[in-house]
C-alpha cells in the first residue's frame, strides 16, 4: 500500500479563479460564457519609482534635477508613479477579476497619489511653464477701463428769419427810376456843398456828436428815470421812516413833564467818507429837504482827502452830488439868492466855490496862494450880500487871525483883508524895530441879521470880538467868553441883541451884545461841539458835545435845565462836531466824527409854542419870540444892573 | 419803322442806364455785402444766356466763402418767401431786367 504512487499535476491555474464565468453579450441576447478567464492572482504589489535613465522621462528628470535640485524630487517621482500607475492600469484592463482587485488597489493608490498631487499644485504649474523649448513667459494683464459716458449737447439754431418778395420786370425798372433820381438829387446837393466844405466838417463833428449825444440821451432818458425810481424805492425801503418824519408826534411827551425827545430818523452815510470827520453842515435855502455836508478832519496828523456830498432827505441812502478835494473841508455856506454856489473853505486855507449846476467835480473858483490864501485852515465862511459892483463875496476866518473877503471878480478869486485880529498888548519887538503883532486864531463867525455890518468873531483863546466890516484895524468890543477855543458863535434869529457861543470848555453861554457878561451858562459836562438856534423860536437852541450827546433847551420853558439830552451816536470813538436845524421841518441834522450823518425829529415838547390864554389870541410873528426872550433876559438882567 | 427803332433805342438806352446793380434788400454786414454784390455781378455777366449755370457759379462760391448752404435764384419774373439766416440774404436787380436773390439757410 506504501508502494502506491499518486501523482499531482502543478499548473498555473489560479485555484481560487473562477471556472466558468459568464457574461451578457448583447449581440447574441445571451448569456454566453467567456471562453478565457483570468488566472492571474496578485500577491504582492508595489509601485515602484525607478525610472530608466535613458528614457525621455529620465533624461527629463535629470536636467530637472540640475537646475531645480532642491525642488522637490518626490513630487516629480510622484508624478511619474502616477503617469505609470495609469499605464498599468491600462494594460491590465483585460483580466477583470484580477483586474478587479488591480483596480481597487491602483484606484486607492490613486486617491492617494492624486491627493499628493493635489497638494503640490503650483510648482508643477511652475514646471509646465519652463518646459517650453524657448523659455518664454507668457505675460498679461489687463488696464482698467474707463466707464464710458454718453454726452450730447445741441446748439442753438441760427436764427433765421422769412423773406418774401416778388421779382417783376416793372418792378426792377421803377426801382432803377427811383434810384436814378436819388442820384441826381444827391449830386445836386453836393455842389453847393462842395463849397461849404468846412461847414460840412464841423456838421459832421457836430452830426458825431449828436450822435454820441443821442447816445448818452438814452442813458440821460433812463437816468432821470432811475432816480425816480431810487427815490422811490428808499421811501419804500425807509417807509416807516418817512412816516415818522411826516407824521409822528411823540405822545409820551404828554406824560414827560417838560421833557422831549429826539426820534432818529435817516441815517447818512456815504462809503468814500467813512475815514473822514464831519466838518460842516448847512441846509440849502431853497430846496428844504437838500443839506450840504463837508468832510475832512479835524486831526492835525491825519489831514487827508476832503468830500463835499449834498444829501437830499428824499433819498438817504446815496448823495444827489459828490465833490472831492484834496484838503479837507473845513466849513461850507449856501448863497442866499444863488442855492447853486457853495462857498467852502479848506484846511489848507483855501477857499473855492461849488456851483452845482455844473457837472463837474472841480470847484468852479477856487483861491491860492497867489491870490491871498489864508495860511491856516479857513473855520467858517459866509456868504455877503453883492457888493456894489453886483459882486458875490463872501468872508472867511482862519487860525491865521485874518478875517478875509473874497470877491469873484471876473471869474477869479480876489481877496480883501478885512481885519486881522491881533491880541492886545502882546505886540513884540522883531527884528529891526518893527513891531509884530501877533494875530490871534479866528475860529468863527457870524453876521448880524439885520445890521450888515455888525458882526463877531470867536478866537482860540476864547475871547469873542464884536467887529465892524468898516473898522479894520479895532474892534468895536471884546467879550472875555470862554477859556479854551470858542467853537462857535450865533446871533438869535429873532432877537436883535442876543447871541450864543460854545466852546471846548464845556460851557455854552447866551449874551447880550451890550453886556459883557453872559445872560446864561450852561456847563455840559463835555466840550460842545456846536451850538446853533432854532429857526422857529428864539428861545429854542440846541448844542452838540463830544460825548455823542445832543441837548436840547427852551429857556421859555426851563431856563436851566436842557428839555433833552440825547446820546445821538455810539459814545465811544465817535463825537458829534455839528448840528444843524432845518429851517422848515422840525428836524435837526447832526454830524459826528465817523463821516455819519443823523437826522432827528424834535419831539414836540420841544417846539412848544406859547400857550394861549383864553381870551387872548396868540400873537405869531418874530415881535413874539422877541418879546419872549426880552421877558426871559429881563429876569436875569435887573438883578444884575441891581447888583 | 422809325418808332419801332427809336422804340428799342430807348430800350437799349434804359436798359444801359438801369444796368447797374442795384440792391434792394439785404442785412449782410458790409463786407460780405460787396463780395456778394460782385458776385453776382461777375456771374450775370459771364452767364448772360444762362441763368442756371450764373446762380450755379454764385452758389459754389458763396458755399465756399461763407458756408454752407447758399440758394441763388435768378430770373426776371418770380415771386418768392424764403426762410434765411439773419445777415446773410441779398436781394438786388441787375441788367435792368434780372432780379437776384441770394440767401442761406442750412
Given at each position: 500500500?506504501l508502494?502506491?504512487?499518486?501523482?499531482?499535476?502543478l499548473?498555473?491555474?489560479?485555484?481560487?479563479?473562477?471556472?466558468?464565468?459568464?457574461?451578457?453579450?448583447?449581440?447574441?441576447r445571451?448569456?454566453?460564457?467567456?471562453?478565457?478567464?483570468?488566472?492571474?492572482?496578485?500577491?504582492?504589489?508595489?509601485?515602484?519609482?525607478?525610472?530608466?535613465?535613458?528614457?525621455?522621462?529620465?533624461?527629463?528628470?535629470?536636467?530637472?534635477?540640475?537646475?531645480?535640485?532642491?525642488?522637490?524630487?518626490?513630487?516629480?517621482?510622484?508624478?511619474?508613479?502616477?503617469?505609470?500607475?495609469?499605464?498599468?492600469?491600462?494594460?491590465t484592463?483585460?483580466?477583470?477579476?484580477?483586474?478587479?482587485?488591480?483596480?481597487?488597489?491602483?484606484?486607492?493608490?490613486?486617491?492617494?497619489?492624486?491627493?499628493?498631487?493635489?497638494?503640490?499644485?503650483p510648482?508643477?504649474?511652475?514646471e509646465?511653464?519652463l518646459?517650453?523649448?524657448?523659455n518664454?513667459?507668457?505675460?498679461?494683464?489687463?488696464?482698467?477701463?474707463?466707464?464710458?459716458?454718453?454726452?450730447?449737447?445741441?446748439?442753438?439754431?441760427?436764427?433765421?428769419?422769412?423773406f418774401?418778395?416778388t421779382?417783376?420786370?416793372?418792378?426792377?425798372?421803377?426801382?432803377?427810376?427811383?434810384?436814378?433820381?436819388?442820384?441826381?438829387?444827391?449830386?445836386?446837393?453836393?455842389k453847393?456843398?462842395?463849397?461849404?466844405?468846412?461847414?460840412e466838417?464841423?456838421k459832421?463833428?457836430?452830426?458825431?456828436?449828436?450822435?454820441?449825444?443821442?447816445?448818452?440821451?438814452?442813458?440821460?432818458?433812463?437816468s432821470?428815470?432811475?432816480?425816480?425810481?431810487?427815490?422811490?424805492?428808499?421811501?419804500?425801503?425807509?417807509?416807516?421812516?418817512?412816516?415818522?418824519?411826516?407824521?409822528?408826534?411823540?405822545?409820551?411827551?404828554?406824560?414827560?413833564?417838560?421833557?422831549?425827545?429826539?426820534?432818529?430818523?435817516?441815517?447818512?452815510?456815504?462809503?468814500?467818507?467813512?475815514?473822514?470827520?464831519?466838518?460842516?453842515?448847512?441846509?440849502?435855502?431853497?430846496?428844504?429837504?437838500?443839506?450840504?455836508?463837508?468832510?475832512?478832519?479835524?486831526?492835525?496828523?491825519?489831514?487827508?482827502?476832503?468830500?463835499?456830498?449834498?444829501?437830499?432827505?428824499?433819498?438817504?441812502?446815496?448823495?444827489?452830488?459828490?465833490?472831492?478835494?484834496?484838503?479837507?473841508?473845513?466849513?461850507?455856506?449856501?448863497h442866499?439868492?444863488?442855492?447853486?454856489?457853495v462857498?467852502?473853505?479848506?484846511?489848507?486855507?483855501?477857499?473855492?466855490?461849488?456851483?452845482?449846476?455844473?457837472?463837474?467835480?472841480?470847484?468852479?473858483?477856487?483861491?491860492?496862494?497867489?491870490?491871498?490864501?489864508?495860511?491856516?485852515p479857513?473855520?467858517?465862511v459866509?456868504?455877503?450880500?453883492?457888493?456894489?459892483?453886483?459882486?458875490?463875496?463872501?468872508?472867511?476866518?482862519?487860525?491865521?487871525?485874518?478875517?478875509?473877503?473874497?470877491?469873484?471878480v471876473?471869474?477869479?478869486?480876489?481877496?480883501?483883508?478885512?481885519?486881522?485880529l491881533?491880541?492886545e498888548?502882546?505886540?513884540?519887538?522883531?527884528?529891526?524895530g518893527?513891531?509884530?503883532?501877533?494875530?490871534?486864531?479866528?475860529?468863527?463867525?457870524?453876521?448880524?441879521?439885520?445890521?450888515?455890518?455888525?458882526?463877531?468873531?470867536?478866537?482860540?483863546e476864547?475871547?469873542?470880538?464884536?467887529?465892524?466890516?468898516?473898522?479894520?484895524?479895532?474892534?468895536?468890543?471884546?467879550?472875555?467868553?470862554?477859556?479854551?477855543?470858542?467853537?462857535?458863535?450865533?446871533?438869535?434869529?429873532?432877537?436883535?441883541?442876543?447871541?450864543?457861543?460854545?466852546?471846548?470848555?464845556?460851557t455854552?453861554?447866551?449874551?447880550?451884545h451890550?453886556?459883557k457878561?453872559?445872560?446864561?451858562i450852561?456847563?455840559?459836562?463835555?466840550?460842545?461841539?456846536?451850538?446853533?438856534?432854532?429857526p422857529?423860536?428864539?428861545?429854542?437852541?440846541a448844542?452838540?458835545?463830544?460825548?455823542?450827546?445832543?441837548?436840547?433847551?427852551?429857556?421859555?420853558?426851563n431856563?436851566?435845565?436842557?428839555?433833552?439830552?440825547?446820546l445821538v451816536?455810539?459814545?465811544?470813538?465817535n463825537?458829534?462836531t455839528?448840528?444843524?436845524?432845518?429851517?422848515?421841518?422840525?428836524?435837526?441834522?447832526?454830524?459826528?466824527?465817523?463821516?455819519?450823518?443823523t437826522?432827528?425829529?424834535?419831539?414836540?415838547?420841544l417846539?412848544?409854542?406859547?400857550?394861549?390864554?383864553?381870551?387872548?389870541?396868540?400873537?405869531?410873528?418874530?415881535?413874539v419870540?422877541?418879546?419872549?426872550?426880552?421877558k426871559?433876559?429881563?429876569?436875569?438882567?435887573?438883578?444884575?444892573?441891581k447888583? | 419803322?422809325?418808332d419801332?427803332?427809336?422804340?428799342?433805342?430807348?430800350?437799349?438806352d434804359?436798359?444801359?442806364?438801369?444796368?447797374?446793380?442795384?440792391?434792394?434788400?439785404?442785412?449782410m454786414?458790409?463786407?460780405?455785402?460787396?463780395?456778394?454784390?460782385?458776385?453776382?455781378?461777375?456771374?450775370?455777366?459771364?452767364?448772360?444766356t444762362?441763368?442756371e449755370?450764373?446762380?450755379?457759379?454764385?452758389?459754389?462760391?458763396?458755399?465756399?466763402?461763407?458756408?454752407?448752404?447758399?440758394?441763388?435764384?435768378?430770373?426776371?419774373?418770380?415771386?418768392?418767401?424764403?426762410?434765411?439766416?439773419?445777415?446773410?440774404?441779398?436781394?438786388m436787380?441787375?441788367?435792368?431786367?434780372?432780379?437776384?436773390?441770394?440767401?442761406?439757410c442750412s
Open positions: 500500500e508502494k502506491e504512487e499518486f501523482t499531482r499535476i499548473t498555473a491555474n489560479n485555484p481560487h479563479a473562477p471556472q466558468n464565468i459568464v457574461r451578457y453579450s448583447f449581440k447574441d445571451a448569456y454566453k460564457p467567456i471562453s478565457y478567464v483570468d488566472q492571474m492572482a496578485i500577491h504582492f504589489s508595489l509601485n515602484g519609482n525607478m525610472i530608466l535613465k535613458d528614457s525621455d522621462e529620465g533624461r527629463r528628470q535629470s536636467i530637472r534635477l540640475s537646475t531645480a535640485a532642491a525642488k522637490a524630487p518626490v513630487e516629480t517621482s510622484a508624478v511619474t508613479s502616477e503617469e505609470e500607475e495609469i499605464k498599468d492600469e491600462e494594460s484592463e483585460d483580466t477583470q477579476a484580477a483586474g478587479e482587485e488591480q483596480a481597487e488597489g491602483s484606484g486607492i493608490a490613486e486617491v492617494a497619489e492624486a491627493v499628493k498631487a493635489e497638494e503640490p499644485p510648482p508643477r504649474v511652475k509646465q511653464k518646459a517650453n523649448q524657448f518664454f513667459i507668457e505675460r498679461a494683464s489687463r488696464t482698467l477701463n474707463n466707464p464710458m459716458r454718453e454726452r450730447a449737447c445741441q446748439s442753438e439754431p441760427t436764427p433765421c428769419k422769412n418774401s418778395a421779382a417783376n420786370q416793372w418792378k426792377i425798372y421803377d426801382a432803377y427810376v427811383e434810384e436814378l433820381q436819388k442820384m441826381e438829387r444827391s449830386k445836386e446837393k453836393e453847393p456843398k462842395a463849397q461849404i466844405a468846412k461847414r466838417e464841423e459832421k463833428k457836430g452830426r458825431k456828436l449828436t450822435s454820441l449825444e443821442l447816445q448818452s440821451d438814452d442813458i440821460t432818458k433812463i432821470k428815470a432811475a432816480k425816480i425810481m431810487e427815490r422811490m424805492v428808499n421811501q419804500n425801503t425807509f417807509d416807516d421812516i418817512a412816516q415818522d418824519f411826516k407824521y409822528f408826534e411823540d405822545a409820551s411827551d404828554e406824560y414827560r413833564d417838560q421833557q422831549g425827545t429826539l426820534l432818529p430818523l435817516w441815517k447818512f452815510q456815504y462809503d468814500k467818507t467813512k475815514r473822514l470827520a464831519v466838518t460842516a453842515i448847512s441846509w440849502n435855502p431853497k430846496y428844504k429837504d437838500l443839506f450840504a455836508v463837508g468832510y475832512g478832519s479835524y486831526d492835525f496828523m491825519k489831514q487827508g482827502q476832503g468830500m463835499l456830498l449834498l444829501y437830499t432827505m428824499k433819498n438817504p441812502s446815496f448823495p444827489e452830488y459828490v465833490f472831492s478835494s484834496e484838503s479837507g473841508i473845513m466849513c461850507l455856506d449856501f442866499n439868492d444863488h442855492p447853486y454856489l462857498a467852502v473853505g479848506f484846511y489848507d486855507g483855501n477857499v473855492a466855490i461849488y456851483n452845482l449846476k455844473k457837472a463837474t467835480s472841480q470847484p468852479s473858483y477856487k483861491s491860492s496862494a497867489k491870490s491871498g490864501k489864508h495860511t491856516e479857513v473855520w467858517q459866509k456868504w455877503q450880500k453883492d457888493d456894489m459892483d453886483n459882486n458875490l463875496n463872501f468872508f472867511s476866518v482862519s487860525s491865521d487871525g485874518r478875517i478875509v473877503s473874497w470877491t469873484l471876473k471869474n477869479e478869486l480876489v481877496h480883501t483883508d478885512v481885519i486881522k491881533s491880541v498888548g502882546t505886540t513884540m519887538q522883531g527884528p529891526e518893527l513891531q509884530l503883532q501877533t494875530l490871534g486864531c479866528g475860529t468863527s463867525f457870524d453876521f448880524h441879521k439885520k445890521i450888515d455890518y455888525l458882526f463877531l468873531v470867536g478866537t482860540e476864547g475871547k469873542i470880538y464884536k467887529c465892524s466890516k468898516c473898522y479894520s484895524s479895532q474892534f468895536l468890543d471884546v467879550f472875555e467868553a470862554h477859556h479854551m477855543a470858542v467853537d462857535s458863535v450865533s446871533w438869535n434869529p429873532y432877537h436883535l441883541k442876543v447871541f450864543i457861543s460854545c466852546s471846548s470848555d464845556w455854552v453861554k447866551i449874551w447880550d451890550t453886556i457878561t453872559p445872560m446864561f450852561y456847563d455840559l459836562n463835555s466840550a460842545v461841539g456846536d451850538v446853533a438856534w432854532s422857529y423860536s428864539s428861545t429854542v437852541f448844542a452838540v458835545t463830544t460825548d455823542g450827546k445832543a441837548h436840547v433847551f427852551d429857556l421859555n420853558i431856563k436851566y435845565e436842557a428839555l433833552c439830552t440825547q451816536v455810539a459814545k465811544k470813538k463825537k458829534i455839528h448840528i444843524q436845524f432845518n429851517p422848515v421841518y422840525p428836524v435837526v441834522i447832526i454830524g459826528d466824527e465817523r463821516g455819519h450823518v437826522s432827528l425829529k424834535l419831539s414836540p415838547n417846539r412848544r409854542m406859547p400857550k394861549a390864554k383864553k381870551g387872548q389870541e396868540v400873537k405869531k410873528g418874530p415881535e419870540e422877541i418879546a419872549k426872550l426880552d426871559l433876559l429881563n429876569l436875569v438882567r435887573e438883578p444884575e444892573s447888583a | 419803322m422809325a419801332t427803332g427809336e422804340g428799342k433805342k430807348e430800350e437799349v434804359y436798359k444801359r442806364l438801369h444796368s447797374f446793380p442795384l440792391i434792394r434788400h439785404t442785412d454786414p458790409e463786407e460780405m455785402r460787396v463780395e456778394a454784390m460782385e458776385l453776382c455781378v461777375t456771374a450775370c455777366e459771364k452767364y448772360a444762362n441763368n449755370s450764373a446762380a450755379k457759379m454764385i452758389k459754389e462760391m458763396m458755399d465756399k466763402k461763407f458756408g454752407s448752404s447758399w440758394h441763388v435764384v435768378i430770373g426776371e419774373g418770380f415771386g418768392f418767401e424764403i426762410t434765411h439766416e439773419v445777415k446773410n440774404l441779398l436781394y436787380f441787375f441788367g435792368g431786367s434780372l432780379a437776384v436773390c441770394v440767401w442761406k
